[in-house]
């Protein structure tokens, strides 16, 4: 049988994933939130891992678009114009 979210408010998700992203990048010097983390169940703890690599993973996906536009906008400055004279939606040319 699959495990079921449970049914938390955003803020106790967003919390629980602070928390746990405080420990990740802390533990070596400060270790008082475990105690914390501990009085979450082990299948909240988990799931709320999953939901901010997710949460990760879709904004460097988000990035890397941004990106790719904008190297592809450059490029075809480069190459005489050819396309997509303005820049990208958004972004504005540099002025020197």
């Given at each position: 049988m699959a495990a079921t979210t449970p049914d938390l408010p955003l803020w106790a998700w967003n919390l629980i994933i602070a928390i746990q992203s405080y420990e990740d990048q802390h533990s070596s010097t400060h270790t008082c939130l475990q105690q914390v983390l501990t009085a979450v169940p082990a299948d909240v703890r988990h799931q709320a891992e999953?939901?901010?690599?997710?949460?990760?993973?879709?904004s460097g996906d988000e990035l890397a678009a941004k990106v790719t536009k904008r190297w592809d906008h450059l490029f075809n400055l480069l190459a005489g114009g050819v396309g997509d004279t303005e820049p990208p939606a958004g972004e504005s040319e540099a002025t020197p």
């Open positions: 999953g939901i901010s690599s997710y949460v990760r993973k879709a």
